[in-house]
């Protein structure tokens, strides 16, 4: 984040707040700004904006609440997911709707060109509907695979179905890894979990009645090809060879979020996830 903010000239970074010492050096010495070991005391030296959440999910309340007894920012961006709890999630849109700041989350593949493309070709009817797919993840339900479930939901709509659990593994005290299927508005996908100790694996393959959409490499590769005839069978249609590439910048991902920051700063609309879309992601993985 720090990096971001700081190549970012719509942005000035004013400081961090970090309890280790040694942390709080290799900031000051690299980025030449004040480090903080306490939130208020940030807050009364620096005055920003803009905060920037990146603790462990499970603090995320806890820290939400202290900037709040001490400021009130324009805007926060906390880090996926919102909470493990749909209680702690709440309160912390109910903090920040009371105090007229804007709340945005860290799903970051939301303002990808490549994700915003593939949105506008599914509203232009380019994909068509409905749509069946297949999605690959690895390191969990709640801290990756929420990061997909969150772009099928701008892609495809809401949960409205049932989910099919296939299989259940516990990864640690607060995630799994689990096998499923999901009914979006528009779509059904299956989730499969991937051996995260071995590789990392996260893509999307998606069957449209007019083509397949593929999403590898987590959002650094996106093509589509479309149906053509079958020259050996004339009844026949076959999904062609040929690929377009659909442009993606998922290697400036942090970037992007942060012009979308800028962009809703200044009263433009974009597809940057609000807290409410992020709790309806949480929702959805608690269903």
Same mark, same amino acid.
């Given at each position: ?19 280790d010492n040694y ?47 001490? @400021? ?17 999630a709440s309160e ?44 690959? @993840? ?130 433009k609309s974009n ?17």
């Amino acid at each position: 984040h720090a990096k971001a903010v700081s190549k970012n000239k719509n942005f000035e970074l004013v400081g961090a707040v970090e309890k280790d010492n040694y942390k709080r050096k290799l900031f000051e010495d690299f980025y030449k700004r004040k480090s903080f070991n306490r939130i208020d005391k940030a807050i009364n030296e620096t005055s920003p904006d803009l905060i920037i959440v990146s603790t462990s999910t499970a603090t995320h309340l806890q820290v939400i609440k202290e900037i709040f007894r001490n @400021y009130t920012p324009k805007i926060i961006l906390c880090e996926k997911p919102l909470s493990f709890s749909l209680i702690e999630a709440s309160e912390i849109l109910d903090i920040c709707e009371k105090s007229s700041t804007k709340l945005f989350v860290n799903y970051m593949r939301r303002c990808d060109p490549g994700a915003k493309e593939i949105y506008q070709r599914i509203k232009n009817k380019q994909i068509e509907l409905p749509i069946k797919g297949v999605c690959w @993840y690895t390191k969990g339900l709640y801290n990756n695979c929420s990061h997909f479930i969150n772009l099928l939901e701008m892609w495809l709509g809401n949960l409205i179905g049932k989910n099919t659990i296939i299989n259940i593994e516990k990864r640690n005290n607060f995630d799994l890894n689990l096998d499923f299927c999901s009914e979006f508005k528009n779509g059904k996908i299956y989730f499969l979990s991937a051996w995260e100790d071995r590789y990392t694996h996260n893509e999307i393959e998606i069957i449209s009645p007019n083509g397949k959409l593929s999403y590898k490499q987590g959002g650094r590769l996106i093509t589509w090809q479309k149906m053509i005839n079958d020259n050996n069978f004339n009844s026949h249609r076959i999904i062609s060879e040929s690929k377009e590439i659909i442009y993606s910048d998922m290697n400036h991902y942090q970037d992007n979020v942060l012009k979308m920051i800028y962009e809703s700063f200044n009263g433009k609309s974009n597809t940057i996830c609000t807290g409410l879309q992020a709790f309806e992601t949480l929702k959805s993985i608690k269903k």
